[in-house]
T-cell receptor, first 109, second 116 residues
């Protein structure tokens, strides 16, 4: 069974700090990795995708991938209260997209 | 460019009834996948359709079925509803099938189904 594990949180950080969200996966054949943000009562929104080892930066967001360790992370710099949401890690294998249960992030003003 | 559209947004059904949910993907996208989201289980994959063919199916009972039309719109049907089917049902639209690498999936707003 392919699994994607995330700490459920909540992860609490003060405004302006760096939030670090982590994800591990079990399927070594996984090809693509995604981070979604989901506000309470809303649907998931794709915020980052990463396909090769290393870092990928997009504005305040940086995704990091280490396939050898089967580990994906998302860093949010200068966290804002509007970043408070659940962050879902998704891993794509050959024909499925498997989601972790998400980490709740709370950014306090 | 319009996003993924799901209808209806909310549904209340009685146990034993059946329900049909609809999903219109982003224009040009040919893959539609369906997920069930509950607080306890998170997002669970139901099935993926690409070019009117079911490409993959998750671990759900046969009461859950779907189809895709030639215009890529998809429907999901749940028969003989149970209380445990209460959930947020999400569809996601992709340009290519999940069998292609680096395929990004974009979600609709979801249908909130309540079974009483």
């Amino acid at each position: 069974q392919k699994e994607v594990e995330q700490n459920s949180g909540p992860l609490s950080v003060p405004e302006g700090a760096i939030a670090s969200l982590n994800c591990t996966y079990s399927d070594r054949g996984s090809q693509s990795f995604f981070w979604y943000r989901q506000y309470s009562g809303k649907s998931p929104e794709l915020i980052m995708s990463i396909y090769s080892n290393g870092d990928k930066e997009d504005g305040r967001f940086t995704a990091q991938l280490n396939k050898a360790s089967q580990y994906v992370s998302l860093l949010i710099r200068d966290s804002q209260p509007s970043d408070s949401a659940t962050y879902l890690c998704a891993v794509k294998g050959y024909s499925t997209l498997t989601f972790g249960k998400g980490t709740m992030l709370l950014v306090s003003p | 460019k319009a996003g993924v559209t799901q209808t209806p947004r909310y549904l209340i059904k009685t146990r034993g009834q059946q329900v049909t949910l609809s999903c219109s993907p982003i224009s040009g996208h040919r893959s539609v996948s369906w997920y069930q989201q509950t607080p306890g289980q998170g997002l669970q994959f139901l099935f993926e359709y690409f070019s009117e063919t079911q490409r993959n199916k998750g671990n759900f009972p046969g009461r859950f079925s779907g189809r895709q039309f030639s215009n890529s719109r998809s429907e999901m049907n749940v028969s003989t509803l149970e209380l445990g089917d209460s959930a947020l049902y999400l569809c996601a639209s992709s340009l290519a099938s999940f069998q292609e690498p680096n395929t990004e999936a974009f979600f609709g707003q979801g249908t909130r189904l309540t079974v009483v």
